[in-house]
Protein backbone atom coordinates (compact mmCIF):
# COMPACT_ATOMS: atom_id res chain seq x y z
CA UNK A 1 0.00 0.00 0.00
CA UNK A 2 2.21 3.19 -1.06
CA UNK A 3 1.87 5.49 -4.00
CA UNK A 4 0.18 9.52 -3.39
CA UNK A 5 -3.66 8.17 -4.62
CA UNK A 6 -6.24 10.75 -4.40
CA UNK A 7 -9.03 11.13 -6.73
CA UNK A 8 -8.47 11.98 -10.24
CA UNK A 9 -10.67 13.37 -13.46
CA UNK A 10 -11.61 10.30 -15.31
CA UNK A 11 -12.35 11.45 -19.12
CA UNK A 12 -15.60 8.85 -19.79
CA UNK A 13 -16.27 9.62 -23.72
CA UNK A 14 -13.16 8.34 -24.86
CA UNK A 15 -12.27 8.75 -28.64
CA UNK A 16 -10.40 6.15 -30.58
CA UNK A 17 -8.19 7.22 -33.60
CA UNK A 18 -10.61 6.45 -37.02
CA UNK A 19 -8.91 3.44 -37.78
CA UNK A 20 -10.20 1.78 -34.53
CA UNK A 21 -13.66 2.85 -34.82
CA UNK A 22 -13.42 1.37 -38.74
CA UNK A 23 -11.89 -1.81 -37.86
CA UNK A 24 -14.29 -2.54 -34.51
CA UNK A 25 -17.24 -1.36 -36.69
CA UNK A 26 -16.57 -3.59 -39.19
CA UNK A 27 -16.25 -6.58 -37.14
CA UNK A 28 -19.87 -5.41 -35.52
CA UNK A 29 -21.53 -5.38 -39.27
CA UNK A 30 -20.35 -8.88 -39.80
CA UNK A 31 -21.87 -9.99 -36.70
CA UNK A 32 -19.05 -9.94 -34.78
CA UNK A 33 -18.84 -8.28 -30.98
CA UNK A 34 -15.81 -6.27 -30.82
CA UNK A 35 -14.25 -4.38 -27.47
CA UNK A 36 -11.36 -2.29 -27.57
CA UNK A 37 -9.51 -3.32 -24.23
CA UNK A 38 -6.15 -3.09 -22.01
CA UNK A 39 -3.85 -0.25 -21.85
CA UNK A 40 -5.45 1.83 -24.41
CA UNK A 41 -8.91 2.22 -22.58
CA UNK A 42 -7.31 3.05 -19.38
CA UNK A 43 -4.92 5.44 -21.11
CA UNK A 44 -8.23 7.19 -22.90
CA UNK A 45 -9.79 7.69 -19.50
CA UNK A 46 -6.79 9.23 -18.10
CA UNK A 47 -6.32 11.19 -20.97
CA UNK A 48 -3.32 9.98 -21.51
CA UNK A 49 -2.68 9.81 -25.65
CA UNK A 50 -2.13 6.09 -26.07
CA UNK A 51 -1.02 4.32 -29.63
CA UNK A 52 -1.46 1.02 -28.22
CA UNK A 53 -5.16 0.17 -29.04
CA UNK A 54 -6.09 -3.64 -29.03
CA UNK A 55 -9.61 -5.05 -29.81
CA UNK A 56 -11.05 -8.40 -28.45
CA UNK A 57 -13.63 -9.74 -30.74
CA UNK A 58 -15.81 -12.67 -30.39
CA UNK A 59 -14.54 -13.58 -34.24
CA UNK A 60 -11.95 -16.10 -34.87
CA UNK A 61 -8.78 -15.55 -36.54
CA UNK A 62 -9.91 -16.91 -39.46
CA UNK A 63 -13.19 -14.94 -39.24
CA UNK A 64 -11.36 -11.48 -38.98
CA UNK A 65 -9.03 -12.58 -41.58
CA UNK A 66 -12.02 -12.91 -44.10
CA UNK A 67 -13.32 -9.37 -43.02
CA UNK A 68 -10.71 -7.81 -43.74
CA UNK A 69 -8.68 -7.61 -46.82
CA UNK A 70 -5.21 -6.63 -45.39
CA UNK A 71 -4.12 -8.76 -42.51
CA UNK A 72 -1.13 -10.41 -40.84
CA UNK A 73 -1.21 -13.31 -39.05
CA UNK A 74 1.27 -11.98 -36.11
CA UNK A 75 0.12 -14.40 -33.45
CA UNK A 76 -2.49 -16.68 -34.76
CA UNK A 77 -1.88 -19.47 -31.97
CA UNK A 78 -2.85 -16.67 -29.57
CA UNK A 79 -5.77 -15.49 -31.93
CA UNK A 80 -3.89 -12.42 -32.89
CA UNK A 81 -4.27 -11.09 -36.15
CA UNK A 82 -3.05 -7.54 -37.27
CA UNK A 83 -5.03 -5.95 -38.99
CA UNK A 84 -3.35 -2.76 -41.54
CA UNK A 85 -6.00 0.53 -41.35
CA UNK A 86 -5.80 2.92 -44.64
CA UNK A 87 -2.63 4.19 -43.31
CA UNK A 88 -0.93 0.86 -43.27
CA UNK A 89 -0.80 1.26 -39.40
CA UNK A 90 -1.70 -2.09 -37.75
CA UNK A 91 -3.97 -2.89 -35.22
CA UNK A 92 -4.26 -5.93 -32.98
CA UNK A 93 -7.27 -7.77 -33.06
CA UNK A 94 -7.79 -10.92 -31.01
CA UNK A 95 -10.28 -13.37 -30.56
CA UNK A 96 -11.63 -13.70 -26.81
CA UNK A 97 -9.83 -15.97 -24.87
CA UNK A 98 -9.72 -17.35 -21.20
CA UNK A 99 -6.89 -19.24 -19.18
CA UNK A 100 -7.00 -22.42 -19.18
CA UNK A 101 -3.99 -23.32 -16.89
CA UNK A 102 -1.08 -20.80 -15.52
CA UNK A 103 1.92 -20.97 -13.90
CA UNK A 104 4.18 -18.69 -13.06
CA UNK A 105 5.24 -18.11 -16.81
CA UNK A 106 3.10 -19.48 -19.22
CA UNK A 107 -0.29 -19.33 -19.61
CA UNK A 108 -2.52 -22.17 -21.48
CA UNK A 109 -5.15 -20.47 -23.61
CA UNK A 110 -8.41 -21.30 -25.45
CA UNK A 111 -10.86 -19.11 -26.92
CA UNK A 112 -13.88 -17.61 -25.00
CA UNK A 113 -17.39 -16.80 -26.02
CA UNK A 114 -17.62 -13.30 -24.39
CA UNK A 115 -15.71 -10.40 -23.13
CA UNK A 116 -16.24 -11.30 -19.38
CA UNK A 117 -13.88 -14.01 -19.68
CA UNK A 118 -11.07 -12.12 -21.51
CA UNK A 119 -11.32 -9.45 -18.18
CA UNK A 120 -10.87 -11.96 -16.54
CA UNK A 121 -7.93 -13.41 -17.27
CA UNK A 122 -5.83 -9.35 -17.54
CA UNK A 123 -3.96 -8.54 -14.69
CA UNK A 124 -5.32 -5.14 -12.74
CA UNK A 125 -8.67 -3.61 -12.63
CA UNK A 126 -7.69 -0.69 -14.32
CA UNK A 127 -6.47 -2.62 -17.32
CA UNK A 128 -9.86 -5.11 -17.49
CA UNK A 129 -12.25 -2.27 -18.68
CA UNK A 130 -13.41 -2.96 -22.13
CA UNK A 131 -15.22 0.05 -24.43
CA UNK A 132 -17.49 -0.50 -27.36
CA UNK A 133 -16.48 1.67 -30.11
CA UNK A 134 -20.03 0.26 -31.53
CA UNK A 135 -22.47 2.07 -28.85
CA UNK A 136 -19.70 4.28 -26.85
CA UNK A 137 -20.85 1.88 -23.93
CA UNK A 138 -18.40 0.22 -20.98
CA UNK A 139 -18.14 -2.94 -19.71
CA UNK A 140 -16.46 -2.74 -16.31
CA UNK A 141 -17.29 -6.04 -14.07
CA UNK A 142 -14.12 -5.24 -11.91
CA UNK A 143 -14.79 -1.92 -11.30
CA UNK A 144 -11.52 -0.75 -12.84
CA UNK A 145 -12.75 3.12 -13.68
CA UNK A 146 -13.86 3.29 -9.94
CA UNK A 147 -10.14 2.40 -9.38
CA UNK A 148 -8.95 4.96 -11.79
CA UNK A 149 -11.15 7.66 -10.17
CA UNK A 150 -9.76 6.49 -6.37
CA UNK A 151 -6.19 5.94 -7.65
CA UNK A 152 -6.53 2.53 -6.53
CA UNK A 153 -4.08 -0.75 -7.94
CA UNK A 154 -6.21 -3.71 -7.53
CA UNK A 155 -5.10 -6.91 -9.23
CA UNK A 156 -8.48 -8.60 -10.62
CA UNK A 157 -8.90 -11.63 -8.79
CA UNK A 158 -7.21 -12.78 -5.57
CA UNK A 159 -3.88 -11.18 -5.79
CA UNK A 160 -1.43 -14.24 -4.24
CA UNK A 161 -3.33 -16.31 -7.34
CA UNK A 162 -2.90 -13.53 -9.98
CA UNK A 163 0.86 -13.20 -9.06
CA UNK A 164 1.66 -16.55 -8.71
CA UNK A 165 0.28 -17.10 -12.34
CA UNK A 166 2.68 -14.43 -13.72
CA UNK A 167 5.25 -13.03 -11.79
CA UNK A 168 5.66 -9.98 -14.12
CA UNK A 169 2.40 -8.82 -12.75
CA UNK A 170 4.43 -7.77 -9.93
CA UNK A 171 6.58 -5.51 -11.62
CA UNK A 172 4.30 -4.62 -14.60
CA UNK A 173 2.15 -3.51 -10.58
CA UNK A 174 5.23 -1.35 -9.47
CA UNK A 175 5.40 0.74 -13.31
CA UNK A 176 1.36 1.24 -13.35
CA UNK A 177 1.66 2.15 -9.13
CA UNK A 178 4.28 4.72 -10.15
CA UNK A 179 3.67 5.77 -13.82
CA UNK A 180 -0.24 7.05 -13.20
CA UNK A 181 0.21 7.67 -9.32
CA UNK A 182 -1.93 4.90 -7.42
CA UNK A 183 -1.56 3.72 -4.10
CA UNK A 184 -1.50 0.28 -4.26
CA UNK A 185 -4.88 -1.83 -2.19
CA UNK A 186 -3.54 -2.97 0.62
CA UNK A 187 -4.38 -7.22 -0.36
CA UNK A 188 -2.63 -6.68 -3.12
CA UNK A 189 0.73 -4.72 -1.69
CA UNK A 190 0.76 -7.27 0.52
CA UNK A 191 0.67 -10.62 -1.75
CA UNK A 192 3.07 -8.40 -4.05
CA UNK A 193 5.58 -8.51 -1.43
CA UNK A 194 5.20 -11.73 -0.40
CA UNK A 195 5.86 -12.71 -4.62
CA UNK A 196 8.83 -10.89 -4.93
CA UNK A 197 11.20 -13.80 -3.62
CA UNK A 198 9.67 -15.72 -6.93
CA UNK A 199 10.84 -12.62 -9.27
CA UNK A 200 14.22 -15.10 -10.06
CA UNK A 201 12.18 -17.03 -11.59
CA UNK A 202 11.17 -14.42 -14.96
CA UNK A 203 13.46 -14.38 -17.75
CA UNK A 204 16.25 -11.64 -17.61
CA UNK A 205 14.63 -10.14 -20.74
CA UNK A 206 10.98 -9.04 -19.43
CA UNK A 207 12.88 -7.76 -16.72
CA UNK A 208 14.67 -5.60 -18.93
CA UNK A 209 11.62 -4.50 -20.69
CA UNK A 210 10.00 -3.48 -17.84
CA UNK A 211 12.62 -1.30 -16.28
CA UNK A 212 13.25 0.34 -19.96
CA UNK A 213 9.39 0.81 -19.63
CA UNK A 214 9.72 3.14 -16.15
CA UNK A 215 12.61 4.80 -17.56
CA UNK A 216 11.20 5.37 -21.01
CA UNK A 217 7.46 5.73 -20.20
CA UNK A 218 7.51 7.28 -16.39
CA UNK A 219 8.04 10.76 -16.54
CA UNK A 220 9.64 10.53 -12.56
CA UNK A 221 10.54 6.76 -12.68
CA UNK A 222 11.26 7.45 -8.84
CA UNK A 223 7.99 6.76 -7.68
CA UNK A 224 7.82 3.13 -8.96
CA UNK A 225 11.84 2.28 -8.38
CA UNK A 226 10.82 3.63 -5.12
CA UNK A 227 8.26 0.89 -4.19
CA UNK A 228 10.52 -1.74 -6.21
CA UNK A 229 13.05 -0.64 -3.19
CA UNK A 230 9.80 -0.65 -0.99
CA UNK A 231 8.38 -3.88 -1.98
CA UNK A 232 12.03 -5.97 -1.70
CA UNK A 233 11.90 -6.49 -5.96
CA UNK A 234 14.91 -3.97 -5.92
CA UNK A 235 16.94 -6.52 -3.82
CA UNK A 236 15.50 -9.40 -5.43
CA UNK A 237 16.84 -8.47 -8.72
CA UNK A 238 19.56 -5.70 -8.15
CA UNK A 239 20.96 -5.94 -4.95
CA UNK A 240 23.76 -3.77 -6.19
CA UNK A 241 21.43 -1.15 -6.44
CA UNK A 242 19.52 -2.53 -2.91
CA UNK A 243 22.61 -1.68 -1.59
CA UNK A 244 22.38 2.00 -1.93
CA UNK A 245 19.33 2.20 0.53
CA UNK A 246 20.39 3.76 3.01
CA UNK A 247 24.05 4.30 2.32
CA UNK A 248 25.18 8.09 3.31
CA UNK A 249 26.54 9.96 0.73
CA UNK A 250 30.22 11.23 0.23
CA UNK A 251 29.60 14.75 0.21
CA UNK A 252 27.23 14.64 3.34
CA UNK A 253 24.27 15.25 1.44
CA UNK A 254 21.03 15.54 3.41
CA UNK A 255 19.76 12.03 1.71
CA UNK A 256 20.80 8.88 1.04
CA UNK A 257 22.74 7.06 -2.17
CA UNK A 258 19.34 5.57 -3.34
CA UNK A 259 17.60 8.97 -3.31
CA UNK A 260 19.75 11.07 -4.69
CA UNK A 261 20.54 8.36 -7.87
CA UNK A 262 16.57 8.66 -8.19
CA UNK A 263 16.48 12.37 -7.87
CA UNK A 264 19.25 12.25 -10.29
CA UNK A 265 16.83 10.15 -12.92
CA UNK A 266 13.97 12.19 -12.36
CA UNK A 267 15.58 15.30 -13.94
CA UNK A 268 16.69 13.18 -17.10
CA UNK A 269 14.12 13.27 -19.78
CA UNK A 270 12.10 10.04 -20.55
CA UNK A 271 13.05 10.29 -24.24
CA UNK A 272 16.48 9.36 -23.61
CA UNK A 273 15.70 5.58 -21.54
CA UNK A 274 19.51 4.81 -21.68
CA UNK A 275 20.98 7.75 -20.05
CA UNK A 276 18.68 7.44 -17.12
CA UNK A 277 19.85 4.39 -16.76
CA UNK A 278 23.71 5.24 -16.99
CA UNK A 279 22.75 8.20 -14.33
CA UNK A 280 21.04 5.25 -12.14
CA UNK A 281 23.91 3.29 -12.00
CA UNK A 282 26.60 5.66 -11.59
CA UNK A 283 26.19 5.19 -7.67
CA UNK A 284 27.44 1.30 -7.72
CA UNK A 285 30.57 1.54 -9.93
CA UNK A 286 31.14 0.66 -13.52
CA UNK A 287 31.86 -3.06 -12.99
CA UNK A 288 28.91 -3.88 -10.84
CA UNK A 289 26.53 -1.64 -13.62
CA UNK A 290 27.99 -3.71 -16.65
CA UNK A 291 27.62 -7.09 -14.89
CA UNK A 292 24.08 -6.39 -13.80
CA UNK A 293 23.20 -5.23 -17.27
CA UNK A 294 24.52 -8.27 -18.71
CA UNK A 295 22.79 -10.03 -16.35
CA UNK A 296 19.40 -8.26 -17.61
CA UNK A 297 20.44 -9.08 -21.25
CA UNK A 298 21.06 -5.94 -22.56
CA UNK A 299 23.44 -5.65 -24.89
CA UNK A 300 27.13 -5.67 -25.03
CA UNK A 301 27.10 -2.24 -26.47
CA UNK A 302 24.66 -1.06 -23.77
CA UNK A 303 26.60 -2.39 -20.96
CA UNK A 304 29.76 -0.77 -21.96
CA UNK A 305 28.22 2.54 -22.54
CA UNK A 306 26.41 2.66 -19.14
CA UNK A 307 29.87 1.17 -17.25
CA UNK A 308 31.72 3.93 -19.30
CA UNK A 309 29.16 6.61 -17.77
CA UNK A 310 29.56 5.54 -14.39
CA UNK A 311 33.78 5.32 -14.89
CA UNK A 312 33.18 8.78 -16.07
CA UNK A 313 32.21 9.73 -12.61
CA UNK A 314 29.31 12.12 -11.35
CA UNK A 315 31.48 15.36 -11.65
CA UNK A 316 32.62 17.21 -14.80
CA UNK A 317 36.53 18.16 -14.98
CA UNK A 318 37.20 21.88 -13.90
CA UNK A 319 36.40 24.57 -16.10
CA UNK A 320 39.13 26.27 -15.15
CA UNK A 321 41.70 23.11 -15.91
CA UNK A 322 45.04 23.30 -17.98
CA UNK A 323 44.09 22.13 -21.69
CA UNK A 324 46.50 19.09 -21.75
CA UNK A 325 43.79 17.71 -18.20
CA UNK A 326 41.16 18.55 -20.21
CA UNK A 327 42.48 16.68 -23.28
CA UNK A 328 43.12 13.65 -20.60
CA UNK A 329 39.89 13.74 -19.46
CA UNK A 330 38.59 13.72 -23.05
CA UNK A 331 40.67 10.67 -23.95
CA UNK A 332 39.95 8.78 -20.99
CA UNK A 333 36.09 9.04 -20.75
CA UNK A 334 35.71 9.10 -24.73
CA UNK A 335 34.87 12.10 -26.51
CA UNK A 336 31.22 10.71 -28.21
CA UNK A 337 30.74 10.19 -24.73
CA UNK A 338 30.18 14.14 -23.72
CA UNK A 339 27.31 15.16 -24.82
CA UNK A 340 25.35 12.84 -22.44
CA UNK A 341 27.49 13.31 -19.61
CA UNK A 342 27.07 16.32 -19.87
CA UNK A 343 23.34 16.10 -19.91
CA UNK A 344 23.85 13.76 -16.49
CA UNK A 345 26.30 16.49 -15.00
CA UNK A 346 23.69 19.12 -15.54
CA UNK A 347 21.11 16.67 -13.84
CA UNK A 348 23.88 16.60 -10.76
CA UNK A 349 24.00 20.26 -10.64
CA UNK A 350 19.90 20.65 -10.54
CA UNK A 351 19.77 18.10 -7.49
CA UNK A 352 22.72 19.34 -5.59
CA UNK A 353 21.07 22.99 -5.94
CA UNK A 354 18.03 21.14 -4.84
CA UNK A 355 19.32 19.53 -1.71
CA UNK A 356 21.69 23.14 -1.28
CA UNK A 357 24.88 20.99 -1.56
CA UNK A 358 27.94 23.09 -0.46
CA UNK A 359 29.89 22.33 -3.68
CA UNK A 360 28.07 22.91 -6.49
CA UNK A 361 29.13 21.49 -10.30
CA UNK A 362 29.38 24.11 -12.85
CA UNK A 363 28.30 21.44 -15.64
CA UNK A 364 27.81 24.32 -17.97
CA UNK A 365 31.22 25.65 -17.80
CA UNK A 366 33.19 22.81 -18.02
CA UNK A 367 30.62 21.52 -21.03
CA UNK A 368 32.04 24.68 -22.47
CA UNK A 369 35.63 24.25 -22.03
CA UNK A 370 35.62 20.56 -22.99
CA UNK A 371 33.57 21.32 -26.22
CA UNK A 372 36.54 24.25 -26.93
CA UNK A 373 39.38 21.57 -26.33
CA UNK A 374 37.57 19.15 -28.69
CA UNK A 375 36.66 21.59 -31.48
CA UNK A 376 40.45 22.32 -32.11
CA UNK A 377 40.34 18.27 -33.23
CA UNK A 378 43.05 17.26 -31.11
CA UNK A 379 44.72 13.31 -31.44
CA UNK A 380 42.76 11.88 -28.26
CA UNK A 381 43.67 7.84 -29.08
CA UNK A 382 46.39 5.91 -30.42
CA UNK A 383 44.60 5.66 -33.55
CA UNK A 384 44.48 9.47 -33.92
CA UNK A 385 48.73 9.63 -33.65
CA UNK A 386 50.39 10.56 -36.91
CA UNK A 387 52.66 7.40 -36.80
CA UNK A 388 51.52 3.50 -36.09
CA UNK A 389 52.25 0.32 -35.42
CA UNK A 390 53.63 -0.52 -39.03
CA UNK A 391 56.26 2.76 -38.50
CA UNK A 392 57.51 0.77 -35.43
CA UNK A 393 57.61 -2.42 -37.53
CA UNK A 394 59.47 -0.60 -40.19
CA UNK A 395 61.74 0.68 -37.36
CA UNK A 396 62.78 -2.82 -36.32
CA UNK A 397 61.05 -3.27 -33.32
CA UNK A 398 58.83 -6.56 -32.63
CA UNK A 399 55.06 -6.15 -31.64
CA UNK A 400 54.64 -7.21 -28.48
CA UNK A 401 54.14 -5.34 -24.50
CA UNK A 402 57.02 -2.87 -24.94
CA UNK A 403 55.32 -1.66 -28.67
CA UNK A 404 51.76 -0.50 -26.90
CA UNK A 405 53.90 0.51 -24.01
CA UNK A 406 55.72 2.92 -26.87
CA UNK A 407 52.77 4.08 -28.00
CA UNK A 408 51.13 4.84 -24.91
CA UNK A 409 53.88 6.93 -24.18
CA UNK A 410 53.41 8.61 -27.09
CA UNK A 411 50.06 9.47 -26.33
CA UNK A 412 50.96 10.63 -23.35
CA UNK A 413 52.95 13.38 -24.91
CA UNK A 414 50.56 14.30 -27.51
CA UNK A 415 47.72 15.14 -25.32
CA UNK A 416 50.41 17.23 -23.78
CA UNK A 417 51.17 19.08 -26.63
CA UNK A 418 49.03 18.60 -29.78
CA UNK A 419 51.82 19.73 -31.84
CA UNK A 420 54.33 17.19 -31.42
CA UNK A 421 51.48 15.25 -32.97
CA UNK A 422 54.13 14.95 -36.35
CA UNK A 423 55.76 11.80 -38.27
CA UNK A 424 59.23 12.75 -37.95
CA UNK A 425 58.34 14.26 -34.48
CA UNK A 426 56.78 11.12 -33.24
CA UNK A 427 59.91 8.72 -34.71
CA UNK A 428 62.45 10.09 -33.31
CA UNK A 429 60.54 9.52 -30.10
CA UNK A 430 59.84 6.60 -30.47
CA UNK A 431 63.58 5.68 -31.26
CA UNK A 432 64.65 7.02 -28.27
CA UNK A 433 62.12 5.21 -25.96
CA UNK A 434 63.10 1.83 -27.79
CA UNK A 435 66.81 2.70 -27.31
CA UNK A 436 66.02 3.58 -23.34
CA UNK A 437 66.14 0.59 -20.73
CA UNK A 438 63.38 -1.46 -20.81
CA UNK A 439 60.47 -0.56 -18.05
CA UNK A 440 61.38 -2.23 -14.61
CA UNK A 441 57.65 -2.82 -14.66
P1 LIG B 1 1.84 -0.68 -21.41
O1 LIG B 1 1.60 -0.84 -22.88
O2 LIG B 1 2.07 0.70 -20.94
O3 LIG B 1 2.84 -1.67 -20.88
P2 LIG B 1 -0.59 -2.09 -21.14
O4 LIG B 1 -1.57 -2.24 -20.03
O5 LIG B 1 -1.11 -1.68 -22.47
O6 LIG B 1 0.49 -1.09 -20.65
P3 LIG B 1 0.39 -4.38 -22.50
O7 LIG B 1 1.56 -5.23 -22.14
O8 LIG B 1 0.39 -3.61 -23.75
O9 LIG B 1 0.18 -3.42 -21.25
O10 LIG B 1 -0.86 -5.35 -22.42
C1 LIG B 1 -2.16 -5.00 -22.85
C2 LIG B 1 -3.18 -5.57 -21.87
O11 LIG B 1 -3.04 -6.98 -21.78
C3 LIG B 1 -3.05 -5.07 -20.46
O12 LIG B 1 -3.70 -3.84 -20.27
C4 LIG B 1 -3.70 -6.19 -19.67
O13 LIG B 1 -5.09 -6.10 -19.75
C5 LIG B 1 -3.25 -7.41 -20.44
N1 LIG B 1 -2.00 -7.95 -19.92
C6 LIG B 1 -0.75 -7.68 -20.36
N2 LIG B 1 0.18 -8.36 -19.66
C7 LIG B 1 -0.50 -9.10 -18.78
C8 LIG B 1 -0.12 -10.03 -17.78
N3 LIG B 1 1.16 -10.33 -17.56
N4 LIG B 1 -1.10 -10.63 -17.06
C9 LIG B 1 -2.40 -10.35 -17.29
N5 LIG B 1 -2.81 -9.47 -18.19
C10 LIG B 1 -1.89 -8.85 -18.94
MG1 LIG C 1 0.07 -1.56 -24.20
Same mark, same amino acid.
Given at each position: !?S?PG???L?R??????? &???W????L?R?G??????G?A?R???L??????????????P??V?????R???V?IE?????????????? %???T????? %?????H????????I???????D???N???W??????????F??V?D???G??????EA????????????RAL??A???E??ID???W?A??? &??????L?????IR???LK??GL?P????A???????????A?A?E??G??G &?S??????????T??? !????????????????????GI? &?R?A???????RFS??Q????A?????G?????ADA??A??R??????????L?D?????????RV?RT??????????????SL?????????????DL??G????IG !?G???GP??????D %???????D??GL?RR???L???A????G?????
Amino acid at each position: !MSGPGGRRLIRRRPTAPS &AVTWIAKTLERAGFETWAVGGAVRDVLLGVDSVDWDLATRARPEQVRRVFRRTVPVGIEHGTVGVLARGSEMY %EVTTFRRDV %ETHGRHATVEFADGIDDDLARRDFTINAVAWRPLSGEFHDPFHGVRDLERGLLRTVGEAGERFAEDYLRVLRALRFAGRFELTIDPATWHALCA &ATGRLGLLSPERIREELLKILGLDPRPSRALSLYAASGALEALAPELGGLVG &ASMARALPVDEWTYAL !MVTDTLPARRPLVRLGALLQGIG &ARPAAELLVRLRFSNAQADWVAAVARAGAAPPDADAPPAELRRWLARAGAPLLRDLARIWCAHERVGRTLAASRRVDAAASWRSLRRELAAGPPLSIGDLAVGGDDLIG !MGLEPGPRFGRILD %ELLERVLDDPGLNRRETLLEFAAELAAGPPPLC
